[in-house]
């Protein structure tokens, strides 16, 4: 379990995959990401992942107290990589500090692609 805390009422647990869910969608609403990656570890394979799975391109790990969140992204061609990640890395930490109420220590931030649109032609 990722999130533990405890209140004078009892016990809460977050799962990992709540927390994911959570950092997926916060990380969805950026601009310039057009999705989240998974790594298919036998092909080396990048699948570019529909919103309804987004927590499969999300790491979850817990040290102590804090979270570390691993994000594995692809980029809009045109946009500037080091903005697009760093505007991830805030928006993630503060979507899952905020709803979970569980301190993130660092996001880190991994671009798996970048994806070329090619201009719609008028035919």
Do not use: W
Not at 10 to 38: N, P, Q, R
Not at 43 to 52: A, H, K, N, V
Not at 89 to 107: H, I, L, S
């Amino acid at each position: 379990m990722a999130g533990k805390f405890t209140t004078a009422l009892g016990k809460v647990e977050i799962s990992d995959s709540v927390i994911a869910i959570i950092a997926g969608t916060a990380a969805s609403e950026c601009y310039g990401l057009v999705g989240m990656a998974a790594r298919n570890v036998q092909d080396g394979l990048i699948d570019l992942l529909r919103q309804e799975h987004y927590e499969r391109g999300v790491e979850v790990e817990s040290k102590g107290e804090e979270l570390v969140i691993r994000l594995h992204i692809v980029v809009e061609y045109g946009t500037k990589i080091s903005e697009v990640a760093h505007n991830v890395m805030q928006r993630v930490k503060y979507a899952v500090e905020t709803t979970c109420g569980v301190p993130v220590r660092q996001v880190d931030v991994r671009v798996e692609g970048v994806r070329v649109t090619r201009p719609q032609s008028d035919k």
